[in-house]
């Protein structure tokens, strides 16, 4: 069975950063595409970017330029590199895996990144 764990989240201040880890288990990660989403309170699930086995990156615009995904496929681990963060970016971070075109339904735990002002 596949298990998705997400990791590093914390409180920072404004303009601090912070790295998110998603461990991936149970399947050939070297094949799969990797998500980061992310909840606010009161708000629907977005996506914040995604990774392909061929390392394209693709990123939400509130994300471009402050934030960086990366893979390390020998750890099975997904990184999401946060940068230069505002209180708008305060949410729960999720991530999700894909087979080809087809998208993982169970969610992990999340990992909660709050930003002060």
């Known amino acids: 069975q596949v298990q998705v764990e997400e990791s590093g989240g914390g409180l920072v201040q404004t303009g601090g950063s912070l790295r998110l880890s998603c461990v991936v288990s149970?399947?050939?990660?070297?094949?799969?595409?990797v998500a980061w989403y992310r909840q606010a309170p009161g708000k629907q699930r977005e996506l914040v970017a995604s990774?392909?086995?061929?390392?394209?990156?693709n990123y939400a615009d509130s994300a471009k330029g402050r934030f960086a995904i990366s893979r390390d496929n020998a750890k099975k681990t997904v990184y999401l590199q946060m940068n230069s963060l505002e209180p708008e970016d305060t949410a729960v971070y999720y991530c999700?895996?894909?087979?080809?075109?087809?998208?993982?339904?169970?969610w992990g735990q999340g990992t909660q990144v709050t930003v002060s002002s």
């Open positions: 990774i392909t086995s061929a390392n394209q990156r």
């Open positions: 999700r895996y894909a087979y080809g075109s087809a998208w993982s339904t169970n």
């Open positions: 149970g399947r050939d990660f070297r094949v799969i595409t």
